[in-house]
T-cell receptor, first 110, second 114 residues
Framework: KQEVTQIPAALSVPEGENLVLNCSFT??????LQWFRQDPGKGLTSLLL?????REQTSGRLNASLDKSSGRSTLYIAASQPGDSATYLC?????????FGKGTRLSVIA | DTEVTQTPKHLVMGMTNKKSLKCEQH?????MYWYKQKAKKPPELMFV???????INESVPSRFSPECPNSSLLNLHLHALQPEDSALYLC?????????????FGQGTRLTVV
């Protein structure tokens, strides 16, 4: 059964800092990995999708990498802003639909 | 348009009520999903419809009844719920079934059972 772990569970940083969120998964037979953002009480916003054949994807200040063989992904956020404060969820899909990690709750302090 | 629309945004219902949650997408996606999310927990899969047929039921109690009237619509019928069923219910869609392409989520329905 696929299990997804995210470290750290919570993170507080000053504005402008670069940061890395980590995600690991137990079964490397995945089709893709997706990073989401969730604001309190809201739905999920897709940030980046990495297909299993890809190594990384970039969107603006966000860069996600995937090492399928080791079962790891990182989300790099450059020059963090208070508006980046949210919970970031990593999810993988394979023979089953998306399985989520518990998320990293990020606070960016002005 | 990458939007998944869920209605209503908020719902309060009694344990004897019958209500329905609705989800709509116009991206031509052929897979649609219901997830349940409790506070400070990750979303948990409930149901998957692929090409308008129920393909996955994650052992969800029968008081939750999904329906897919057509490829753009997904409903979740609720009856005789319990207070512990209070949660954020999320609908999602993707281009294919399990393991397919990028999944898009709606803003959710916040359900409170009293």
């Amino acid at each position: 059964k696929q299990e997804v772990t995210q470290i750290p569970a919570a993170l507080s940083v000053p504005e402008g800092e670069n940061l890395v969120l980590n995600c690991s998964f137990t079964d490397s037979a995945i089709y893709n990995l997706q990073w989401f953002r969730q604001d309190p009480g809201k739905g999920l916003t897709s940030l980046l999708l990495i297909q299993s054949s890809q190594r990384e994807q970039t969107s603006g200040r966000l860069n996600a990498s995937l090492d399928k063989s080791s079962g790891r992904s990182t989300l790099y956020i450059a020059a963090s802003q208070p508006g980046d404060s949210a919970t970031y969820l990593c999810a993988v899909s394979g023979n089953t639909p998306l399985v989520f990690g518990k998320g990293t709750r990020l606070s960016v302090i002005a | 348009d990458t939007e998944v629309t869920q209605t209503p945004k908020h719902l309060v219902m009694g344990m004897t009520n019958k209500k329905s949650l609705k989800c709509e997408q116009h991206m031509g996606h052929r897979a649609m999903y219901w997830y349940k999310q409790k506070a400070k927990k990750p979303p948990e899969l409930m149901f998957v419809y692929s090409y308008e047929k129920l393909s996955i039921n994650e052992s969800v109690p029968s008081r939750f009844s999904p329906e897919c009237p057509n490829s753009s619509l997904l409903n979740l019928h609720l009856h005789a719920l319990q207070p512990e069923d209070s949660a954020l219910y999320l609908c999602a869609s993707s281009n294919q079934g399990a393991g397919g392409t990028e999944a898009f989520f709606g803003q959710g329905t916040r359900l409170t059972v009293v």
